[in-house]
């Protein structure tokens, strides 16, 4: 039942915003009543913080198990980029907002994941990726995947001019292919859109 409740609770949340979004409405939409969600969850910041911390255990989870293979570069690069469209596509910028305003311990817990888990995670591919040829050899990993956080960053902010012109969605599709073409050697370019279109 807790899985079920975070599981509509990140989904309503992501689409229409934190606010807009009462623990009656998950209630309902979960079939159960308001009192069992507080038998689970002890308010509506608990159940906001747990239901982005699955989301983000989930795609961690899922990002690890690729590079555990023996090549994984690849199908990793191509993964994250199907996630990021999937995730922006249903996301409301709205609720990135109110959580940054309204929610600091959920603000703190994503930029905590940025820093310590996307960081790791892209220089862990960056190696790996230089080893097998698909990345240009003489790249920095270390500062590379921090601009690439700054890159994230920056689409998220709400400051961004960007912003005014275009989608969170078209900011994140750009700012990848502009990173990976960066990186890329032919070996990789031609492997990635040979994944990619396979994909």
Request: charged share 30%; proline share 2%.
């Amino acid at each position: 039942m807790r899985t079920k409740i975070l599981e509509i609770a990140s989904e309503q949340f992501s689409q229409y915003g934190v606010r807009a979004i009462t623990m009656e409405d998950i209630a309902r939409l979960a079939g159960i009543s308001k009192k069992t969600i507080y038998q689970e969850f002890k308010d509506k910041k608990e159940l906001v913080k747990d239901a982005f911390k699955m989301v983000l255990d989930v795609d961690q989870s899922e990002l690890n198990k690729f590079l555990e293979g023996e090549d994984g570069v690849i199908e990793h690069l191509v993964y994250t980029s199907k996630m990021v469209r999937e995730r922006l596509s249903k996301l409301n910028p709205m609720a990135l907002l109110e959580i940054q305003k309204y929610f600091p311990e959920v603000w703190e817990m994503f930029n905590t994941y940025k820093e310590e888990v996307i960081v790791t995670d892209i220089v862990a591919v960056l190696e790996k990726g230089k080893i097998l040829g698909y990345f240009r050899p003489e790249i920095n990993t270390r500062i590379l995947a921090t601009m690439r956080i700054d890159q994230i960053s920056s689409a998220m902010n709400p400051q961004n001019t960007f912003k005014k012109e275009f989608s969170l969605f078209t900011l994140h599709i750009e700012m990848l292919d502009h990173f990976l073409h960066g990186i890329f050697t032919e070996k990789g370019r031609q492997a990635y859109f040979q994944k990619q279109n396979n994909s």
